[in-house]
């Protein structure tokens, strides 16, 4: 039997009881990466949350078909090829081998079907004919394009109205469009690129079409739960909709869920910024699993700020988690008796949260609480008792990702990364010296010196902690 579960729909923006078409069974489609360059941690937000909502559906009872597709014909792809003197396929396929890397490196569970666009491309010109059949698409010089304005429901998912929207501010509106919302469904052929046969001529689809192909493809023409990053929803996901309904002459899918930004300050991580951080640089320095702790001990709804302190923070938590799942597998019980209520109850918390939207950061806060209990009665604990303290971190292992299978080996990177940071040359008496004095500033209520100490050591690159018996520990910032 499957465990209820809400979820915020963004089509109905509410929070309802998801009740798939078939019940017990889950059709799920993620928009995947365009395989152009490597993944930043922005795609990691979103690929970390896809696998996420697998994990838990899974974990719930459901019997899931994940597709998470990768864009590899793309205009982005095309430039960058041209840059480098590339094939612009094979260009793309070798950055989808970069993607499964990064993915596996974040401790991903393999998707059900992972299909290309360029595999794609029967299925794409087949949709785009029923478009055209059913009024809603129209060729002008071999290019396709979809007539917005005949699809009333337009905007249901973005909550934009068509009237409303501006057109041609920023850039000069196509004259070949019967109206400026009108969007390209395939485009001719241009020399140097990628193209296919199709009824209209040699070209390749436009961007949005070709998730509306693959998740027919392999989910049918009704989706039951759709999610991507909140960057999507209008055009991407919209018209997708628009698009699928005209062709299919049926809903497209029931749930929609997005997840916010991943933001340095107060701006959102942007390459116009140049605030990118590729997942593999982050990954060689601080391994995947801190990665995926940073990116899911936040609700996946909530913007997700970007700092020093967070990473920190997630560094001394994964810390914790690891050595607790280590060290309990030598965890021996006093014999047979009933299982500890406290220690009983965190399962059961956990998917609680859990089934509130796929709350990671509640399920992570009950987890800790266990995790302190449990090591403070680790010598008092029944044999039902340790068997229940396994279940917990196999549940959370298995619905969220937040435990590693192999705990060593997390331990062992971020043992590595401390001994990289310790070969900084620091003067320790001289940081002793000043934390001193920050102690005597702060008992004598001279807040204003106690902060100017903390930032002159932040700005070394010295992390401070105040501890709960009034000592400051300190250490060199990773």
């Given at each position: 039997m499957v465990r209820e579960l809400k979820i915020h729909n963004n089509l109905t923006r509410k929070k309802e009881v998801f009740e798939p078409i078939e019940a017990g069974k889950v059709k799920f489609y993620s928009c995947g990466p365009t395989t152009y360059d490597f993944l930043h941690i922005g795609n990691a937000r979103a690929l970390v949350v896809g696998d996420l909502f697998n994990r838990v559906l899974k974990a719930f009872g459901f019997e899931v078909t994940f597709v998470r597709n990768y864009t590899d014909v793309d205009d982005k792809i095309i430039d960058r090829a041209k840059e480098l003197n590339r094939d612009p396929i094979e260009h793309a396929a070798l950055f989808v081998k970069e993607c499964e890397k990064d993915m596996n490196s974040l401790g991903m569970m393999p998707a059900t079907f992972t299909p290309k666009v360029s595999e794609t491309m029967p299925e794409i010109i087949q949709m785009i004919q029923d478009i055209i059949k059913n009024g809603s698409g129209y060729v002008v010089d071999g290019e396709v394009l979809f007539n917005v304005p005949t699809f009333s429901e337009y905007g249901k998912l973005s909550k934009k109205d068509l009237d409303s929207l501006q057109h041609g501010i920023r850039v000069e509106v196509d004259s070949k469009k019967k109206h400026p919302s009108d969007f390209v469904l395939w485009k001719p052929a241009k020399a140097g690129e990628p193209s296919w046969e199709s009824p209209w001529g040699k070209g390749r689809p436009g961007w949005h079409i070709e998730c509306s192909a693959m998740a027919k493809k392999f989910l049918g023409p009704t989706l039951d739960l759709h999610h991507g990053g909140v960057d999507l929803m209008f055009p991407h996901h919209e018209n997708e909709i628009a698009q699928s309904e005209a062709a299919n002459k049926c809903p497209f899918c029931h749930n929609w869920a997005h997840n916010e930004f991943l933001n340095f300050g107060s701006e959102k991580m942007s390459k116009s910024l140049g605030n990118v951080i590729k997942i593999r640089d982050f990954v060689e320095k601080f391994g995947g699993q801190v990665l995926r702790h940073v990116l899911l001990s936040v609700h996946y709804r909530a913007r997700l700020e970007?700092?020093?302190?967070?990473?920190?923070?997630?560094?001394?938590?994964?810390k914790r988690i690891h050595e607790f799942v280590d060290e309990?597998?030598?965890?021996?019980?006093?014999?047979?008796?009933?299982?500890?209520?406290?220690?009983?109850?965190?399962v059961e918390k956990m998917t609680d949260e859990l089934s509130n939207d796929f709350n990671s950061a509640g399920a992570l806060g009950h987890y800790f609480s266990f995790l302190r209990y449990v090591k403070s009665i680790k010598d008092q604990l029944s044999e039902a008792s340790l068997r229940q303290v396994h279940q917990t971190n196999k549940f959370l292992a298995d619905a969220t990702g937040l435990i590693n299978k192999e705990p060593k080996t997390v331990l062992e990177q971020l043992l590595k990364n401390d001994q990289d940071t310790s070969q900084i040359d620091i003067d320790a008496a001289w940081i002793e010296q000043l934390l001193e004095e920050r102690k005597v500033a702060k008992a004598s209520k001279n807040w204003g010196r106690a902060d100017e100490i903390r930032n002159e050591l932040t700005a070394k690159k010295i992390v401070l902690k105040d501890n709960p018996d009034g000592s400051t520990s300190w250490k060199i910032q990773s």
């Open positions: 970007w700092s020093d302190e967070v990473i920190q923070r997630a560094l001394d938590e994964v309990s597998k030598d965890y021996k019980s006093i014999g047979p008796g009933p299982c500890d209520s406290e220690i009983e109850k965190c």
